[in-house]
């Protein structure tokens, strides 16, 4: 399977550990994307990367997350001090990054659950 | 800054019933549309997009959505659905322009086809 991948796909954490996620894009793909999804919402977009320049970050990204994508192929997102309200969804997507219509792929996710 | 509105949180209907979810986006210049859908235990997958040319686009599996301009709507349909398309759907705009194309979902609806 040559999709996007995420490690772990789950993670229990007690508030205030830090956490870190990875997401593996589709080869070659110069885009990278962060979203984050609650129960019963749609995605909300967190950061992208292009190669390995982060161009914009959402304001829902606080100063206790921070994202990374060295040499532009993998990318990390670390959540420091973890709050209750940090369980979701944490989705990773790539697209090829060549047209403004490109499609985005979507990796499984990282459910995050913080106790 | 860019919304998006599916008027429907839950839909449940029999097989071979037609299937149409509404979709509002709020933004006046220029767009590229899309329809992600998700099946249970599975990723975000795409279903069609719409960026440019004839407003009714066809996608996998006999889904299609027509663009009206003037109503900033972008519904999909399904004229015969099946068991197998029970899932959860989610909208979704990127506004056209240079510089990131970042997708703002909408808040999904969740489709339920009884055999």
């Known amino acids: 399977d040559t999709g996007v991948s995420q490690n772990p796909r789950h993670k229990i954490t007690k508030r205030g550990q830090n956490v870190t996620f990875r997401c593996d894009p589709i080869?070659?793909?110069?885009?990278l994307y962060w979203y984050r999804q609650t129960l019963g919402q749609g995605p909300e977009f967190l950061t992208y990367f292009q190669n390995e320049a982060q161009l914009e970050k959402s304001r829902l990204l606080s100063d206790r997350f921070s994202a990374e994508r060295p040499k532009g192929s993998f990318s990390t997102l670390e959540i420091q001090r973890t709050e209750q309200g940090d369980s979701a969804m944490y989705l990773c997507?790539?697209?090829?990054?060549?047209?403004?219509?490109?499609?985005?792929?979507f990796g499984p996710g990282t459910r995050l659950t913080v106790l | 800054a860019q919304s998006v509105s599916q008027h429907n949180h839950h839909v449940i209907l029999s097989e071979a019933a037609s299937l149409e979810l509404g979709c509002n986006y709020s933004y006046g210049g220029t767009v590229n549309l899309f329809w992600y859908v998700q099946y249970p235990g599975q990723h975000l997958q795409l279903l069609l997009k719409y960026f440019s040319g004839d407003p009714l686009v066809k996608g996998i599996k006999g889904f299609e959505a027509e663009f009206i301009k003037s109503k900033f709507s972008f519904n999909l349909r399904k004229p015969s659905v099946q068991w197998s398309d029970t899932a959860e759907y989610f909208c979704a705009v990127n506004v056209n322009k240079a510089a990131g194309n970042k997708l703002t979902f909408g808040g999904g609806t969740r489709v339920l086809v009884k055999p």
């Open positions: 080869s070659e793909h110069n885009r």
């Open positions: 997507a790539s697209s090829p990054g060549l047209a403004i219509s490109d499609t985005q792929y």
